[in-house]
């Protein structure tokens, strides 16, 4: 199930990033331009349709919870926690 | 040039002086306002000249009208305490000296401008959260992203103008609303003078001399600050706020609209002008 989930997320980015082939659990998303300050927000939105759950961005430290797949799947996909061993990209 | 330019800034700077007000004396706040009433025009609503605007009731229309203007004064209070940050890092630093006079008042008449679209969202709504997050990695060379941060705020600032100056004088809007629009055009037209001459400025000292990888990098950052500005005026948050059930969903339809492109066009065509006139980019199409 979380792997699926997380997959959803992938498959969202490479969407967005045709150019981009593969992406890791561990791929700095940023630092790679995989987001930028346009699709970032597009990203966060996807998620919260994906999730229902509203994502705060006021805090400042918004864009490095969303530095990788793994990062995202701990912080805000809390039920898959338990999981995340478990999951391979 | 350099004669010219600090006379243009002691001219706005004066004006300004003339101009001076109390933003908290300055309007007539009313209690409450009428319920049924539209706070933003349907046109310049993000549903403007979209098939969405016939289907939605008139109703969640007006809903829309008004949480959509509080998205607007929210994007312009966030935007304008990051002018004010911006600007405050550079008016005592060298090459800033003939607009550093313009530029203490720019910031008084940015936090005037901060108060009373603040206080405008508190009494009849609320503020919308800032959700800009920048996550460029790439450094420009420092002059290149002084150069850069002014152009941000001339182009921040001239397509809030262009939502002021058409609620300034749209008799459909209460009058507090067209007045909080009339205040905030005065001031912008000089902040945009301005603008205009201290971009010419650093785009001269820059000597027009970007090498093609500092031309990409330069072009992808300003597109990527244009996009991320235009699609902030569809928020999510405020489709729900409305009423309107798929709030993300139906915020894709819209930046899929044709229309909608056009209308950005028109939004950002004087700023495009002045890009194109003055050499900085030549091709804009792209940048929107």
């Not at chain 2, 420092?142 to 941000?152: H, M, S």
């Not at chain 2, 948050?237 to 909608?260: N, S, T, V």
């Amino acid at each position: 199930m979380a792997k699926e989930r997380v997959d959803e997320l992938k498959q969202w980015l490479l969407r967005e990033r045709p150019d981009v082939k593969d992406l890791g659990l561990d791929t700095d998303l940023i630092d790679n331009r995989i987001l930028d300050s346009v699709t970032f927000i597009n990203f966060v939105y996807f998620m919260e349709e994906f999730t229902g759950k509203k994502i705060p961005l006021a805090s400042g430290s918004a864009a490095n919870s969303f530095r990788t797949l793994r990062m995202i799947r701990d912080e805000f996909m809390e039920e898959q926690n338990n999981e995340q061993n478990q999951i391979t990209l | 040039m350099g004669k010219a330019y600090a006379e243009v800034l002691r001219k706005l700077t004066d004006s300004s002086l003339a101009h001076d007000y109390d933003p908290r004396r300055r309007f007539d706040w009313p209690e409450s306002l009428a319920a049924e009433g539209w706070l933003m025009p349907p046109d310049l609503m993000s549903v403007g000249d979209t098939p969405m605007l016939a289907a939605l009731d008139e109703r969640t229309l007006k809903a829309l009208s008004l949480w959509e203007s509080m998205n607007f004064y929210s994007l312009t209070l966030h935007g304008e305490r990051e002018l004010v940050m911006l600007i405050s890092r550079h008016i005592h630093s060298g090459g800033f000296e003939s607009s550093s006079d313009f530029f203490h008042r720019f910031i008084d008449e940015e936090n005037h401008h901060m108060w009373f679209f603040a206080e405008f969202c508190r009494r009849y709504g609320k503020i919308y959260p800032d959700a800009t997050v920048w996550v460029s990695p790439e450094n420009l060379r420092p002059e290149l992203d002084v150069f850069l941060a002014f152009l941000r705020i001339l182009l921040f600032e001239e397509i809030g103008d262009y939502f002021n100056i058409r609620m300034s004088g749209d008799a459909s809007l209460p009058p507090i609303v067209r007045e909080l629009n009339a205040v905030h055009h005065a001031d912008e037209s000089r902040h945009i003078a301005a603008g205009r001459q201290v971009v010419r400025r650093l785009w001269e000292l820059l000597g027009g001399g970007l090498s093609p990888e500092e031309r990409t990098v330069f072009e992808t950052q300003l597109k990527e600050y244009v996009v991320f500005t235009l699609q902030s005026f569809y928020n999510p948050r405020m489709y729900a706020d409305a009423g309107i059930r798929d709030c993300y969903g139906f915020r894709r339809e819209l930046l899929r609209q044709p229309a909608r492109r056009r209308r950005h066009g028109l939004l950002l065509a004087r700023s495009l002008a002045f890009l194109r006139i003055t050499g900085i980019v030549t091709q804009t199409e792209s940048l929107y």
